[in-house]
């Protein structure tokens, strides 16, 4: 497989970009135009550099990152992975851009909406109404991706975990409404959210905003084990919304991202308990980095921990405006409801929100 392949070639022309540039710097002459002695001042403030964190984290904001074309928006946000060539894909309840693709310099390269929704047998509405999680995996045979569905209520839709090449084929696909098939069988998810993948290949997937049951399956989808259901026990779980095989340390473990308990447990490959780490604020997911794992939390920070579960770093906790209402766009240097991220290869921050326009957001990590 190439990796230099992406999966539904839908670029921008020249002229688009063209466009995009014509309108932009319309935009910009006009409010300029406006601009008063005080709110040039404020203007000129709002230029300076933001960055969260301290030391050793710290991160500055890139405003100009994630802007999609004229006639595109972002839904609420789900999901943010990048590939073994820094490209970073974002994922919203939106059904232009369904996915949108940006390379390693920021330049938005592909948006897949009705192509990506065929190839999942969906409408871009479907696609809209259960979008969720995305994991990318590097595995002996190549780059994938694993999409998790949540279920449309409306309609029954969804409840699906699908595996795709980075070329878009289909390669596998479960679910409660999925057909038995060499590729395919049906499974009893009630609204999964997360999956991750262990370096023997076994599969993990929660089933976080449904039965608060965890699974583990082998490389080839065979059923091995289930644990959990809800309750506040360890082995319990209350919105096990993420799921990582962390390989910080000698050997491989499960984490589970249980948000309304407020902490992470964590468990060996075979889904045995080993350890809680308590104190979080609503996590909802993982991503490994440099010896430590980042973890958004829905309560408006982003958490950093190392090999032994400390907690290092606790960046833009925009907890009080958020309990005071405030519109989280005016805080630029704080978060509101971050719901997934990732971290590119120069430990580049990319955070998504719940929120309505997804706020995607890159934070250039700048140490001090």
Sequence with gaps: MRNDRLLFPNKLSRRDFLQQAGMAAGAAAAGSALLTTGNRAQAAAAEK??????GKWTYTLDPTWGQLPSGMTYGFGC????????????????????VAVFD?????????????????HFSTAQVKATAHGLYWSKEQ?????YFTENVNKATGDGARVYKTDLAGKVLYELGKNV????ASQPFDFTNPTDVAVAPNGDIYIVDGYGSQLVYRFDKNFKHLKTIGGLGTEHGKFKTCHGVWVSTIGKEPEVYIADRANGRLEVYSLDLEYKRTVPGMRAPCCF????GHLYVPELTARVSIIDGD?????????GLEVKNKKQDPSTHPELFATPHALTVDSRGDLYVVEWLPNGRPRKFKHTPA
């Excluded at 045979?141 to 991706?145: C, I, R, T, W, Y």
């Excluded at 057909?179 to 060499?182: L, V």
């Excluded at 579960?309 to 906790?317: I, P």
Aim: aromatic share 10%.
């Design 309 to 317: 579960d400390k907690v290092v770093a606790q960046l833009g906790d």
């Design 79 to 98: 999901a943010v992975v990048v590939d073994s060539q820094d490209r970073v894909y974002v994922t919203s309840r939106s059904e232009s851009p369904c």
């Design 104 to 120: 390693k310099d920021g330049k938005l390269l592909e948006t897949w909406s009705k192509d990506f929704a065929d190839k999942v």
């Design 49 to 54: 550099p933001v960055t969260i964190g301290t």
């Design 179 to 182: 057909k038995a098939g060499d």
């Design 141 to 145: 045979d190549g780059e994938f991706f």
């Design 287 to 290: 991503y490994q980095h440099d």
